[in-house]
């Protein structure tokens, strides 16, 4: 079955530590994406990819980073400089184009030790 | 700056208590506008894509409708397996990039 992979489902980070979250997918979608989603607040975005070894910065990147080194894969690494981790990690991906829909992941609930 | 506004913020309905969820707007040149459900710790699933006004679309229970400023998620009849939290989100062509809204978050009672 096609989808999107998310790993780990949780993750607990330490002060001053950087981590990262994994995220494949086999559904052969050009186009890649990373949000945070809060309590209260709507889905909002961190970082996309459009295409291999490509990406932009979306709404809120201060603090991540990514890569698209393969067309499956696009990892987020939360670095020490995000002050306020504490989150739910979405990433979708989408065929590019208005009328193709993003599908997401189950996520990664993000907290700090 | 883009904006999606969801109301309201919670429902409950009883079983068979047919409702309504509001989903509005304010973007520039809205390029479609997508409806989500979504699981707690679960990952958004999608349902309803919409491209213009006066669009309609339809799955089970659900029946998606949009006008120039907004868009209803209508529920007819809702079962307790409906309960969960609908997302609206507004694409306009910029960079692929979704708004969203906050949700509603629906509880269906027996």
């Known amino acids: 079955d096609g989808g999107i992979t998310q790993s780990p489902k949780y993750l607990f980070r330490k002060e001053g530590q950087n981590v990262t979250l994994s995220c494949e997918q086999n559904l052969n979608h050009d186009a890649m994406y990373w949000y945070r989603q809060d309590p209260g607040q709507g889905l909002r975005l961190i970082y996309y990819s459009q295409i291999v070894n490509d990406f932009q910065k979306g709404d809120i990147a201060e603090g991540y980073s990514v890569s698209r080194e393969k067309k499956e894969s696009f990892p987020l690494t939360v670095t020490s400089a995000q002050k306020n981790p504490t989150a739910f990690y979405l990433c979708?991906?989408?065929?590019?184009?208005?009328?193709?829909?993003?599908?997401f992941g189950d996520g990664t609930r993000l907290s700090i030790l | 700056e883009d904006q999606v506004t969801q109301s309201p913020e919670a429902l409950r309905l009883q079983e068979g208590e047919s409702s309504s969820l509001n989903c509005s707007y304010t973007v520039s040149g809205l390029r479609g506008l997508f409806w989500y459900r979504q699981d707690p710790g679960k990952g958004p699933e999608f349902l309803f894509t919409?491209?213009?006004a006066g669009e309609e679309k339809e799955k089970e229970r659900l029946k998606a409708t949009l006008t120039k400023k907004e868009s209803f998620l209508h529920i007819t009849a809702p079962k307790p397996e409906d309960s969960a939290t609908y997302l609206c989100?507004?694409?306009?062509?910029?960079?692929?990039?979704?708004?969203f809204g906050t949700g509603t978050r629906l509880q269906v009672t027996l």
């Open positions: 989100a507004a694409y306009t062509g910029t960079a692929s990039k979704l708004t």
């Open positions: 919409l491209y213009s």
């Open positions: 979708a991906s989408s065929t590019p184009g208005a009328d193709q829909p993003q599908h």
